[in-house]
């Protein structure tokens, strides 16, 4: 992964005419992402672009980063960054990493900027735009970052990032439904692909979180939230309230982040939230059901307290099956 840093006392991108991202001073980052590139990377480069010092301080010398000076970070995804211009005059993007993979990981670096330096002082671009960036390069100054675990794995531990804020919001509306309905989206291919059949995603996204569903199961007891982290949709979750079976337990279901808040601390954070929140609807115990395969869940659950008690098999129609092992915990 590699940011290219500018330092500006303003900077701005937009989209057919439109901005889409606008700071005063601080930094512009272009993010350019190759293959290999991984969550760690993009973690990395949010603490050092955060601490990097490139800003005078009061003799003139640069000793201040843009967290020491109050400035803000405008970060522009740029494949370009990885060109290979050793042969011939077009230049080669080969090296550039997939899109959708790329996405996400610029995603990450601008919600680790939003946890490290607050969500008003970080901006963006929109990836894979046609974008159009103007600025006004203090110094000049530019300076390029890399983290480029691919080759050459850091011996350094992977930072520590402050959880962001997080906020639970009932979806109580349909625009509310709508969003989150697109964290569904966001969420479920990159966690069942090569899991469940790609047309199983479709039609468990269609039947689980339609405004009907969510509005039926809101009534019989289960509330549904989205989660928001520094002012950003990031998850879903919700639980049963009705009390099943013996000593009173409670369901846990739906409860997936966005790809570029894993690995933060949040889906732990959200475990504790819901069984706090069942606990105090007079469940004492919880459970969940989890896909066979998905052991990076089972893993989850298993740090957070769950075992697993017992395999379980259901068909849901469409040709398609549940094969879920069910988790439980004690509340």
């Known amino acids: 992964m590699k940011i290219l840093l500018q330092r500006v006392s303003r900077a701005s991108v937009s989209v057919d005419g439109e901005t889409v991202g606008a700071i005063g001073a601080g930094l512009l980052a272009f993010v350019g992402c190759r293959g290999g590139d991984a969550e760690e990377d993009a973690d990395r480069l949010a603490v050092r672009t955060a601490a990097l010092r490139v800003f005078p301080d009061a003799e003139g010398r640069m000793n201040r980063s843009v967290a020491d000076t109050g ?17 011939g005059n077009r230049p080669s993007f080969v090296r550039a990493g997939d899109p959708a993979e790329a996405a996400v990981l610029c995603d990450r670096f601008a919600a680790d900027l939003r946890s490290l330096l607050g969500p008003g002082r970080v901006a963006e671009g929109r990836f894979g735009a046609d974008m159009r960036v103007e600025l006004a390069n203090e110094g000049p100054c530019t300076i390029e970052l890399l983290s480029e675990t691919a080759d050459s794995p850091a011996k350094s531990p992977r930072p520590r990032l402050p959880l962001p804020s997080l906020e639970l919001v009932p979806v109580a509306s349909p625009e509310l439904e709508e969003r989150a309905r697109a964290v569904a989206w966001g969420a479920w291919p990159s966690t069942y692909r090569g899991i469940i059949p790609e047309a199983q ?40 309230l009705e009390k099943r079976g013996e000593g009173a337990s409670a369901e846990l279901h739906k409860i997936y982040l966005l790809p570029a808040w894993r690995g933060r601390g949040i889906g732990g954070w959200l475990l504790a939230e819901m069984a706090a929140r069942a606990k105090a609807a007079g469940a004492s115990s919880m459970w969940l059901r989890v896909n066979k395969r998905n052991l990076r869940a089972q893993k989850a659950y298993k740090a957070a307290g769950f075992a697993n008690v017992r395999a379980v098999c259901t068909d849901i129609g469409g040709g398609f099956a549940m094969d879920d092992f069910v988790y439980a915990r004690r509340l």
């Open 71 to 87: 400035g803000s970070v405008l970060a522009v995804p740029q494949f370009t960054l990885y060109a290979d211009t050793r042969k």
């Open 201 to 240: 995603i479709g039609y468990m996204i269609d039947r689980m979180y339609s405004s009907e569903a969510i509005r039926r199961e809101t009534a019989a007891g289960s509330p549904f939230y989205l989660l928001r982290a520094d002012g950003r949709d990031a998850g879903i979750c919700s639980f049963d």
